[in-house]
């Protein structure tokens, strides 16, 4: 079974210009998930979807991130314009249906912005 | 790697040995409990996980203990292998909700 995957692996931009994550969860798991962690900071959870739909934003940081997940299969996180602090490292998660059932991360995606 | 600028609490053992990693964590309504293993350019790894309604679960060379009264919960690793160097995470869920919420993580270094 093909684990979670993202792309790309790094990313360097300039503040001020946009970058679009990718993530592919596993096959057939209703459940999606984006965490960041910034420097020197612990992981956090940035939202859910429940196959296509938004089922908890609360972690996103502000109105430049707008994350989608087309036909409930991979999904982006696309941030615009990027300012200095969204530097980190932006993994995808994905689980089957249950709260409990196990989140596999996928490897991230280190974000650097100039 | 990832971690470079985290200061990161680090727990060095000798291979061979038992290490035990520690957590706390602060919302009396956190209801499941799980422990990831994040290798170097690697994604947080499913360790070991445990409901609220246990104190003790055991894996493959691996025991959590949940202390509810303290809010306290550890990760034992016996046998210490170089390969289980790692940052190793402990992350909670509060009041069923689907989002995990990440301890700052701990350093496991392996001395062969």
């Known amino acids: 079974e093909a684990g979670v995957t993202q792309f790309p692996s790094h990313s360097v931009i300039e503040k001020g210009q946009t970058v679009t994550l990718r993530c592919d969860p596993i096959s057939g798991h209703d459940n999606l998930y984006w965490y960041r962690r910034v420097m020197g900071k612990e992981i956090k959870f940035l939202l859910h979807?429940?196959?296509?739909?938004?089922?908890?934003e609360s972690g996103m940081p502000n109105n430049r991130f707008l994350a989608e997940r087309t036909g409930g299969t991979y999904s982006t996180l696309k941030v615009q314009p990027a300012e200095l602090e969204d530097s980190g490292v932006y993994f995808c998660?994905?689980?089957?249906?249950?709260?409990?059932?196990?989140?596999?991360f996928g490897p991230g995606t280190r974000l650097t912005v100039l | 790697g990832e971690s470079v600028g985290l200061h990161l609490p680090t727990l060095s053992v000798q291979e061979g040995d038992n290490s035990i990693i520690n957590c706390a964590y602060s919302?009396?309504?956190?209801?499941?409990f799980i422990w990831y293993k994040q290798e170097s350019g690697k994604g947080p790894q499913f360790i070991i996980d445990?409901?609220?309604?246990?104190d003790k679960r055991q894996g493959q060379r691996v025991t959590v203990l949940l202390n509810k009264t303290v809010k306290h919960l550890s990760l034992q690793i016996a046998a210490t292998q170089p390969g289980d160097s790692a940052v190793y995470f402990c992350a909670e869920r509060v009041d069923s909700s689907y989002k995990l919420i990440f301890g700052s993580g701990t350093r496991l270094l392996v001395r062969p």
């Open positions: 445990i409901r609220s309604n246990m």
């Open positions: 979807f429940v196959k296509e739909s938004k089922q908890d």
């Open positions: 998660a994905s689980s089957r249906a249950g709260a409990t059932d196990t989140q596999y």
């Open positions: 919302n009396s309504a956190s209801d499941y």
